[in-house]
């Protein structure tokens, strides 16, 4: 995750992971875009974000996550860390027909997802630069993408 960075005014905050808490951290992140004049890569950064902070919300629910994102010298890093060991787990691409696509009687229900979890990571792996994971200790990762601007 290593790079220097190049202004001090770096967010880092820490929050309950919960559905909510994407909007949240979008919000926070659009604020500092609009503060270093980077608002040109502000819709990848909001979709990374929503991303990283869902997957840590449902890794973690209700649990304390922590939100970093820092200018770089070509990037801005956003960072999301939380408490459980389990890595994130890419998924194949499933290329859909016409005939995939289907209306879902279920589609309103609670936790019904009609196989459509799951393409985040491949998201953020195509907004982003760069991304990755970095295990901590004693517990938890830092899971991590850089957008270029």
């Known amino acids: 995750m290593g790079n220097s960075t190049i202004n001090s005014g770096e967010l880092d905050i820490r929050c309950l992971a919960a559905r909510s808490t994407a909007g949240l951290v979008r919000t926070l992140a659009g604020a500092r875009l609009r503060e270093w004049g980077l608002m040109r890569i502000s819709g990848d950064v909001y979709q990374v974000a929503g991303e990283l902070v869902a997957n840590a919300a449902e ?12 200018r770089e010298v070509r990037t801005v890093l956003l960072a999301v860390w939380d408490s459980s060991d389990a890595m994130p787990v890419l998924r194949p691409i499933v290329e859909l027909s016409r005939d995939d696509i289907v209306p879902d009687a279920l589609a309103l229900e609670p936790g019904h997802d009609a196989g459509t979890r799951g393409r985040g990571l491949p998201i953020v792996q195509a907004l982003a630069s ?3 994971v970095t295990k901590t200790e004693p517990n938890g990762k830092w899971v991590w993408a850089r957008v270029a601007f």
């Open 59 to 70: 890794a973690t629910l209700y649990r304390e996550i922590r939100v970093r994102l820092t």
């Open 130 to 132: 760069e991304c990755g």
